[in-house]
């Protein structure tokens, strides 16, 4: 009897610390899909800020993570059928825009770079022209220049160069040519955070 009762309290002390350990289950947000972009959690803001709702302090922090109103404000459990019209008005409201703005500054000096900096970054890539890329030699053949000749700002609006080398023909008859493959940074995508920045769309 003794035996029996030693070995359910060790029985039940070994399902409570497995309880224990058992890693926390994660709460999703039904509004919020499990394929949306982090959201940036704010900092302590300054006493001067005026306070803001958990709704619209929420609003924000999904506003920071792609500046997309609509989305941020399905995130923040606002209705989809008025989610266009809410993030309109959240990003037209004083406040909200004040923290926004602070938030803004905040990162900026926590990333060590301003927010002109950011805006011109931006524009090397919305304006990027990929004629730079090339120059019309004196014998009228058009060549690719090299990375240290291109125009300022256009490395900035680069995201990657593949070259790939072919050998035509054989033996002594053998020319290799190269075959530079130039991708440049998404226009519309720079252009509509541009857009978004300078308050010309929501």
Known sequence: MRSRCVRH????FRDIVAHKNRPATLKLDPNRPQNAPKRTKLAPMSANLPSLSPKRRRFVEEYLTDYNAT?????AGF???????QGHRLLT??????YILAAQAERAKELGFSADE???????????????LFEVGEDGK?????????PEGL??????IRIKRLVEGEGADARTFE?????????MRALTLLSKMLGLID
């Open 142 to 150: 058009t060549r690719y220049r090299s990375p240290e000749e291109w």
């Open 71 to 75: 989305q941020a404000a399905i995130r």
């Open 155 to 160: 490395h900035q609006a680069v995201q990657g």
């Open 79 to 85: 209705s989809e059928r008025s989610a266009k019209s």
């Open 93 to 98: 409201n004083d406040d909200v825009k004040a």
């Open 9 to 12: 309290f060790f029985g039940k």
């Open 118 to 132: 950011v805006t011109l970054g931006l524009l090397f890539v919305a304006f990027a022209d990929v004629r730079g």
């Open 179 to 187: 075959i530079v493959d130039v991708r440049l940074a998404p226009k």
